[in-house]
């Protein structure tokens, strides 16, 4: 299949790791050596933030047709600290961004749709209210008030927090959510009245001349350091849930990709270097007899080629800090 988009982003971050100098592992190691990594980390975020700061200028240019953001990406690949980000530069432009979050918008837990093993299927875009969700969009882009829900996790439904929103003349609404680029979550609304992003964590890095990296290992590892350090939960869980959240993305999330209007890569050039130190004792915890050990031995021995670098350099609104911790988001 054509993918020119996610190749166009590929061939960007290529261009990253060259003006880095940072082609392959042992360039990043070299380079961590040089002066702790300092150089590495600004230049990397440097270039985040030149490019944030561009999608929220092609977001001003066409503010005319477009007042509604939908942000969409795989698990782990930092949308959050993305959206936030992005809405600080929006700000810097004079506009008023207001972020709503597609999973307040699920439906109650007696009305959420099973998968074939009886679990509920919270990947599935019929576990949301579209219908709801549609609703308060277009009242908000027409001016409207809309009531501010929030979907409560424990009690398994949809509860009022009291606020409400309208927009105003400078305000743009941003969506987060996983669906947010298949038009079947917003079919209310025109296309050319979506200015649609996809986040996701593309890591061009190569341990040697021939050998390239698992794309979601990237992922894998942020997941598992932020699962551990806010849920309490083990290498071995994170291991054993991830295959199938991966089929979620092949079914509800890679198919769409092609249709965003930009791409943000949201992986950095130094963060298997960061995250090694927070990952690498939760993997070696994974018990022989663990049906994912080989899984784990083979991640460890993947971080074996990395230098450890400290986190001294990393500023507090980098998308690693949403896994590895001290974000000023959180």
Known sequence: TAIPKLRAAFAETEKWARILGTANVGEINAAIEADDGRDM????????EKKISRIADAILADLAHTRLVL??????????????????????LGLEP?????????????????DAQGRHDFESLAALDVEALNRDLVRALRGDQIDLGRFDFVAGKR????????????????????????????PTIPAAEKYRIYASALNPLNLDNHTSIYVSDVRTLRRMVRD?????????????????????????????????????????????SVLKPHAQPLLELVDRESPVYGEAMRMLEFLSFFAPLGESYIPPNSIVREFIGGSCFE
């Open 98 to 114: 207001f972020t709503i979050s597609a999973d307040d918008y699920f439906l109650d837990r007696d009305r959420s749709p099973v």
């Open 71 to 92: 942000i969409a990406g795989p698990s782990s690949s930092g949308k959050t600290t993305f959206s936030k980000r992005l809405s600080i530069q929006l700000r810097v």
């Open 228 to 272: 551990s350090r806010t849920r309490g939960s083990n290498a071995e869980k994170t291991l054993a849930t991830w295959p199938s959240v991966r089929a979620g993305e092949e079914r509800n999330i890679f198919p769409f990709q092609e249709e965003a209007d930009v791409m943000f890569n949201s992986s950095l050039l130094y963060e298997l």
């Open 159 to 186: 509860v009022s927090t009291g606020r409400r929103y309208a927009m105003r003349e400078k305000s743009i609404l941003v969506v987060e959510g996983i669906h947010g680029l298949n038009e079947a979550m917003t």
């Open 41 to 48: 980390v600004l230049v990397s975020e440097a270039l985040h």
